[in-house]
């Protein structure tokens, strides 16, 4: 999913696995210019509410 932050950065997230409860999304700030993404940073944000379940 591309997505804007309320500080207007754009960022790309992607849910890999695509299994609950071991899935994590991995989130991409990225740059566009003429029409090509480039990434910048990554973040890793494990999916919390799911542990335990």
């Known amino acids: 999913m591309l997505f ?12 890999a696995p695509n299994n609950i409860p071991n899935g994590a999304t991995n989130i991409f700030e990225v ?17 919390a509410c799911y542990k335990g379940k």
Not at 4 to 15: G, V
Not at 31 to 40: A, S, V
Request: net charge neutral.
């Open 31 to 47: 740059d566009e210019n003429n029409g090509k993404l480039k990434i910048q940073h990554v973040q890793n944000i494990n999916n």
């Open 4 to 15: 804007q932050t309320f500080d207007e950065k754009r960022m790309l997230a992607i849910h």
